[in-house]
């Protein structure tokens, strides 16, 4: 789930700098195979910046670091897990721990 936020953020974080409408990006993602739940009820958010807390980002980080050691104790790289994990401490490390997880967007939009 966190991996798959964060790629989430990152597109809607092009869009952006790309000049592009994010909401008019959420409603063809919405019309696709990669159509979901979490998109629909995040991507609105997201796009408003508001991130009332529905899974408090901390918490997000922490089930990434959880997995993270879990991969590396059998023996199982888990590289986009791994990447997300940086993004999502960033974030942290911003003061959105306790914001909602889809807050990560504002550490991936910083940069």
Avoid: C
């Amino acid at each position: 789930m966190g991996s798959m936020m964060g790629a989430f953020t990152e597109g809607l974080a092009l869009a952006g700098k790309a000049g592009l409408d994010q909401t008019q990006l959420l409603e063809i993602l919405s019309l696709g195979a990669i159509a979901n739940p979490m998109f629909a009820l995040k991507g609105p958010a997201i796009v408003a910046q508001t991130y009332a807390p529905a899974f408090p980002l901390k918490h997000q980080q922490k089930d990434m670091r959880l997995a993270l050691a879990l991969g590396a104790d059998l023996g199982q790289a888990l590289p986009v897990a791994a990447a997300a994990n940086e993004i999502y401490k960033e974030a942290v490390a911003m003061g959105h721990g306790d914001d909602d997880f889809s807050a990560v967007f504002e550490a991936t939009v910083k940069h």
